[in-house]
């Protein structure tokens, strides 16, 4: 973001903001809209409030845990001297802030590694299946990277067992990633406008787990 941008709370719509003329919703939805969009809407747009799952006050207090832990040891560094050093060593960040006025998206990365030849973005995850949502999610960290920093080095996403070191997936953020991952953002961006409509999920199972099952007006008969 532009110095001097500044960041509205959109006025209908809650967790999107608006940045410089833009809505900016945060990179987590990737994840949201691969299991069911329709939740974004129930709880963004209609404003329905459930209380977390068991499964999210567990994952906040592990990644409050690892953060922690982790700036015991950690010496302050901003941005850009992180990426001047890791030119020629090798460095860890953990909850780095990353932002993309252009594409309209923000978050925070669960870790990155900088080397010299590349950056591999991190995020944890409660199991170990790479199911297409989370990857879309840690796709959308890539972008926002990538967009953050004019640099040449690859970018790698990763999935990895939350609270271990078991990195159970991780490709190149290569072309037709960032194609698909802007494709998935723009699909969003549309939501919010209203020019398409949510769609609910089509599978019973996840309707089954979804936090808005007693509430939602699209849930499937089981």
């Known amino acids: 973001m ?3 941008s500044k960041s509205i709370p959109h006025p209908n719509i809650s967790q999107v903001k608006i940045i410089e003329n833009k809505n900016n919703f945060p990179i987590s939805w990737l994840n949201k809209q691969g299991f069911c969009e329709y939740g974004i809407y129930l709880e963004n747009v209609k ?13 906040t207090t592990e990644h409050a845990t690892l953060e922690a832990n982790f700036r015991e040891g950690a ?14 060593a090798e460095i860890l960040s953990r909850e780095l802030p990353v932002l993309s006025a252009h594409y ?10 900088m080397t010299p030849d590349e950056f ?4 944890d995850k409660p199991g170990t299946v790479p199911y297409y949502s989370s990857i879309n999610q840690v796709y959308g960290y890539c972008l926002a990277f990538k967009d953050m920093v004019d640099d040449g080095r690859k970018i790698i996403g990763a999935l990895r067992q939350r609270g271990t070191d078991n990195v159970y997936w991780s490709a190149y953020f290569d072309d037709a990633a960032e194609k698909n991952t802007i494709n998935l953002i723009n699909r969003v961006h549309e939501l919010l406008l209203g020019n398409i409509e949510f769609i609910p999920t089509k599978n019973p199972n996840k309707c089954r787990r979804c936090r808005f099952n007693n509430l939602c007006d699209k849930k499937m008969d089981f």
């Not at 459930?50 to 006050?57: D, G, L, S």
């Not at 010496?75 to 020629?88: G, Y």
């Open 120 to 123: 591999v973005i991190i995020d």
């Open 75 to 88: 010496e302050p560094a901003t941005f850009e001297e992180m990426l001047e050093t890791s030119q020629s």
């Open 104 to 113: 309209g998206i923000r978050g925070f990365i669960d870790e990155v590694w």
């Open 2 to 4: 532009k110095k001097g």
């Open 47 to 59: 404003g329905i409030e459930v209380k977390p799952t068991r499964a999210m006050v567990k994952g």
